[in-house]
């Protein structure tokens, strides 16, 4: 009896490609199938019988035995004679079954039959990945990591598919090492060169938004919605989440008793500083507590030009800013607004002020834009400022810093004289 044993050949690929038994004999059965249609013209008239169990794989042609010349279709019918000489036994109307002979094919078409069922397993493997995935989008994953490169890092899931962690959506504080267990996000697939490519991230606000659901029941089960995520990864994160339930306060419950919750995910998050914040329509009352932890004096509205001038007593600027103005970018992204920060008691000195703008001539532009990043648009806002945190609060050097307070100085000076 002519067999292909496709246990040693074939389970390989099955293992590999982590597809199951049935499906992988039905890709055999359909490659020889075409081969019997390139050799016969058609696989009517034959059985592809793959054993799942042995791996032996048995293709049996079935034919109707006629009266000697009587043969019409050679495919379905066989003479009476030539079915004798197979089996002496035989009689006119009965069927016969005969086992096709795997040497009949030829070595150039049993090859040519391999590389299909190679290329169709590979097919098979791509639609699994793809399927599998595409359908986990925005979904947390835990993976091993398999290889670090200078770009991106290669990790495996629990079935052994390559997924891709680029450097770009890695928080600035990872560190990883092989064999080493971490959690992301699936971000999306994307296809290279007709092979999907599993892209994961953990800088995404869907990381953050999924480690909130994991850690947070109420999260989980509708109680508490998250409106919004803003993150500057490894650095800082606002979330603004607001509850259906009055009985619970949507804040207390993210945090947990003594931050037990929240300080989870502060660990995944290389330490990442996380405030929680009370969602409301009210933007004036938004504003104020997406600048936390900074208190607010007051502030000026303009709803049409999205802009809001936010006044603080001159400890709380620098808080409101934040460590290279992360703070206020975040609290702009979040609530949708423009929000410039002012000294509390900047109105009564602005008679004698002077704005910075007005010294183009002497500062470059790059600096005086430097200095408006972190709240200090006019020239008393800077002399204000110590040399110290003017350098710890802008990306300036100190011999900068130095120059532009001489400039300002000699022009309020000149005004005094």
């Given at each position: ?13 099955k293992d ?6 049935p499906?992988?004999m039905k ?8 081969l ?7 696989d ?7 054993n799942a169990?042995k791996?032996?794989l048995?293709?049996?042609?079935r034919r109707?035995?006629v009266?000697?010349?009587e ?8 003479a009476?004679?030539d079915?004798?000489?197979i089996?002496?036994?035989?009689e006119v ?7 096709v002979?795997?040497?009949?094919f030829?070595?150039?078409?049993i090859?040519a039959?391999?590389q299909t069922l ?5 097919d098979?493997k ?6 599998k995935y ?6 947390i994953?835990?993976a ?10 290669l ?5 052994g598919?390559?997924l ?5 959506e890695?928080?600035p504080?990872d560190?990883?090492k092989?064999g080493e267990?971490i959690r992301?996000v699936v971000?999306?697939?994307?296809m290279k ?5 599993i892209i994961v991230s ?6 953050l938004a999924k480690?909130?659901?994991i850690?947070?029941?109420e ?5 508490i ?6 993150r500057?990864p ?11 339930d009055?009985?619970?306060?949507p804040v207390?419950?993210c ?7 929240i300080?989870?995910i502060v ?13 409301t ?5 938004l504003?104020q ?5 900074a208190?607010?004096?007051?502030m000026n509205l303009?709803?049409?030009k999205?802009q ?9 600027v620098?808080?409101?800013?934040g ?6 970018k975040?609290?702009?992204e979040?609530?949708?607004y423009?929000?410039d920060?002012?000294?509390e008691d900047e109105?009564?000195i ?8 007005e ?6 532009q ?6 408006k ?6 020239a008393q806002?800077v002399l204000?400022?110590t040399?110290?945190e003017?350098?710890?609060r802008?990306?300036?050097e100190r011999?900068t ?9 000699a022009?309020f000076?000149k005004d005094?004289?």
């Amino acid at each position: 009896m002519a067999s292909i044993n496709l246990i040693d050949a074939f389970q390989d690929f099955k293992d590999a490609e982590n597809l199951d038994r049935p499906t992988l004999m039905k890709v055999v059965e359909d490659v020889f199938k075409t081969l019997l249609r390139k050799k016969y013209g058609s696989d009517e008239n034959f059985d592809v019988i793959v054993n799942a169990e042995k791996g032996d794989l048995e293709i049996i042609r079935r034919r109707t035995i006629v009266e000697d010349g009587e043969v019409l279709d050679p495919l379905s019918e066989i003479a009476y004679s030539d079915a004798i000489k197979i089996e002496p036994d035989f009689e006119v109307g009965e069927e016969l079954y005969q086992e096709v002979n795997m040497i009949d094919f030829g070595r150039r078409a049993i090859l040519a039959a391999k590389q299909t069922l190679a290329s169709r397993i590979n097919d098979l493997k791509k639609n699994v990945l793809v399927k599998k995935y595409a359908g986990r989008i925005g979904e947390i994953i835990s993976a091993e990591v398999y290889q670090v490169w200078k770009k991106e890092v290669l990790l495996l899931d629990e079935d052994g598919n390559e997924l891709i962690l680029p450097k770009s959506e890695q928080i600035p504080q990872d560190y990883f090492k092989k064999g080493e267990p971490i959690r992301a996000v699936v971000e999306r697939v994307d296809m290279k060169n007709n092979t999907p490519v599993i892209i994961v991230s953990r800088t995404s606000n869907k990381f953050l938004a999924k480690l909130l659901e994991i850690e947070v029941p109420e999260i989980f089960d509708g109680l508490i919605t998250i409106k919004k995520i803003v993150r500057e990864p490894g650095e800082r994160a606002k979330v603004a989440v607001e509850s259906y339930d009055d009985r619970i306060d949507p804040v207390g419950a993210c945090v947990g008793m003594k931050g037990s919750r929240i300080h989870g995910i502060v660990r995944e998050l290389k330490n990442e500083n996380i405030d929680v914040i009370n969602y409301t329509s009210n933007i004036q009352l938004l504003i104020q507590r997406s600048l936390t932890p900074a208190k607010i004096s007051f502030m000026n509205l303009d709803n049409e030009k999205k802009q809001a001038d936010v006044y603080l007593k001159a400890d709380q600027v620098s808080l409101a800013i934040g460590r290279r103005g992360v703070n206020i970018k975040l609290a702009c992204e979040l609530t949708g607004y423009e929000i410039d920060v002012y000294r509390e008691d900047e109105e009564h000195i602005d008679e004698f002020d002077i704005d910075l703008d007005e010294f183009s001539d002497e500062i470059e532009q790059w600096i005086i834009d430097e200095f408006k990043r972190v709240g200090c648009d006019t020239a008393q806002s800077v002399l204000t400022l110590t040399d110290d945190e003017l350098e710890k609060r802008t990306d300036l050097e100190r011999e900068t810093i130095t120059e532009v307070k001489k400039i300002l100085q000699a022009e309020f000076d000149k005004d005094e004289a």
